[in-house]
């Protein structure tokens, strides 16, 4: 199958990543930041997923125009897999939630 995933760089993402190129299916993630931009453990991850066949594609957040380009540069996707957001603190009781949506939504 060809997945196109996002959120590869969180801990379940990347386990999920992990698992869908072991059972054999080509995997396109991407990423909104450039390659450089991910340190500490999400760097790790993402540098780990360097030395797997899946085709990674840094900046190229979901629903800009770069990703939408990258959907027409594919004859077909069987299956888009949206595991990402950008919720820093949502456990606090100041979580913005308008904010969070800005966030994670193109311009």
């Given at each position: 199958m060809q997945i196109l995933?996002?959120?590869a760089s969180s801990f379940t993402g990347?386990?999920?990543v992990q698992a869908l190129v072991k059972a054999g299916h080509e995997v396109t993630v991407t990423y909104q930041g450039n390659e450089n931009s991910y340190s500490g453990i999400r760097g790790l991850r993402v540098a780990a997923l360097t030395n797997t066949p899946c085709h990674q594609v840094f900046e190229?957040?979901?629903g800009?125009?770069?990703f939408l380009d990258?959907?027409?540069s594919q004859t077909h996707w069987?299956?888009?897999c949206h595991?990402?957001?950008d919720v820093t603190d949502y456990k606090s009781d100041d979580f913005d939630?308008?904010?969070a949506v800005a966030s994670n939504t193109p311009c």
């Open positions: 995933f996002t959120g990347y386990w999920f190229c957040m979901f800009s125009n770069a990258l959907i027409k069987d299956v888009l595991h990402a957001a939630i308008s904010r």
